[in-house]
């Protein structure tokens, strides 16, 4: 089972039913606006979970699980399926009064893997600013440790082997009522005062503790002789 999924379906056709938010439409005010947050949630992620329903409806996909349809599938069932998933992780990625910097095990990990959590913070703005067009930034656990990813369209990391940690949402409907055009600030107001470290450090002790050896990914002896560079990787779907 792909670690991150567990913290968000833990069965088949849970996706056919709209998981709620996990906070009110408001809660992340003032740097995402109730208004955007209800069109987000009301109109894009509820509009993919009815139309996979109906693309879904009587096929195999209707009682498979959700990470299975993804794995499996392509066309519109693939791409209604992985925007559920990758919404419910982005709403799960924040939290009112969130922000500032992660603790325990992964920051242990950030500092061997970038040399800091304020140099993760400038190659995940750097990530999101330049990726061109619309899809999801990530924080993943990739073979012994994090790096950051990109992703176009409903693209996720699941896709490619990696396990999410952390994303944002990059598509133009997620801060263009609040920031316009301006997505390199949507995405400070993201890092510095919403990001969810509690559920990352969650995905991320999943992840280690589902390592070969229950070693956490980062721990090499390469990883913790040197940061790593920006490792950036942009997936283009198959689709």
């Known amino acids: 089972m792909h670690l991150a999924r567990e913290l968000l379906f833990h069965g088949a056709m849970e996706h056919l039913r709209l998981k709620p938010l996990p906070y009110d439409t408001h809660a992340l005010e003032p740097h995402i606006s109730g ?21 879904i409806a009587d096929k195999p996909e209707e009682t498979a699980s959700l990470e299975r349809i993804i794995l499996t599938s392509d066309g519109a069932i693939l791409d209604n399926a992985a925007q559920i998933w990758n919404h419910d992780f982005y709403w799960r990625s924040m939290q009112p009064d969130g922000g500032g910097a992660p603790s325990g095990a992964l920051n242990g990990a950030i500092t061997r893997n970038f040399g800091s959590c304020e140099k993760l913070r400038r190659d995940f703005l750097e990530a999101g600013a330049s990726h061109f067009g619309s899809g999801w930034l990530w924080l993943v656990t990739h073979r012994d440790g994090l790096r950051i990813t990109t992703t176009h369209d409903a693209d996720l990391p699941l896709r490619h082997g990696d396990t999410a940690i952390l994303c944002a949402d990059l598509w ?14 949507y995405l400070e107001a993201f890092f ?7 559920f990352a450090g969650a995905n991320w002790s999943r992840a280690a ?16 002789a040197r940061p790593a560079r920006l490792e950036l990787a942009t997936f283009r779907s198959a689709t």
Do not use: C, F, I
């Open 35 to 55: 208004e955007t947050v209800a069109l987000h949630y009301e109109k894009h992620h509820a509009g993919y979970a009815r139309k996979l329903k109906v693309l």
């Open 172 to 185: 133009e409907h997620a801060y263009y009522l609040d920031y316009r055009n301006e997505r390199a600030r």
């Open 209 to 224: 503790a589902k390592a070969p050896g229950n070693q956490a990914p980062g721990a090499s002896r390469q990883s913790m």
């Open 192 to 198: 510095d005062r919403l990001v969810n470290w509690e």
